[in-house]
């Protein structure tokens, strides 16, 4: 019977060189099935339990101040993580069944929350049923009609402010609607903003 011993080192490094290639082969399996990234690319891209990835902005935003989310006006893009379009001529489109919008704020009292929104002309229902939160706190849920342009007051309590500075806004479009067949949830459709303020109560 032939020994490990009696190999030639030619052999011995070929079995060698195939045990290594087993081993990283097995670790990239391993980080494959575990990947080591953040909470919100597991759930865009991973676990796909939400259709907007965060990106990093900075929420600069003057207290009471009417945003224009339309092209001819855009001063909007470090206030939107995700979720939108960029700025057209009927305004900012949500993509996807949610969207953010962050603010920093030093407001620590109840806040007014304008909203100037149309609902997509797809078709589709009746209705686009918005739901708000502000940072993980419900503060309504409005109803926006398509092609119709409107405005909504919302109403933000103290206590849905958070202490490091910051208002974290989000929408969920439980009636989104898909502009097409097979096409992607990160792609539906629900709402147009048109214009928006935050501002004391």
Known sequence: MLRLSDRSPLT?????LAAILALFELAILWQALHPNVSDNYRAYYIDRTTTCLQQPVTGEYVLGTELNFRSEG???RELRPCGWTGPAGDGTHSVGETSRLRFAVDEKGPLSLMLELTGVGLPGPSQQRVLISANGHDIGEI???PDKTERFTISIPAGALDDDGFVDLKFDYPDAISPGKRVSNTYWRSVKLTALSLGPA
């Open 12 to 16: 011995l490094g070929a079995y060698a």
């Open 74 to 76: 855009d001063e909007t």
């Open 143 to 145: 109803a926006v009609t």
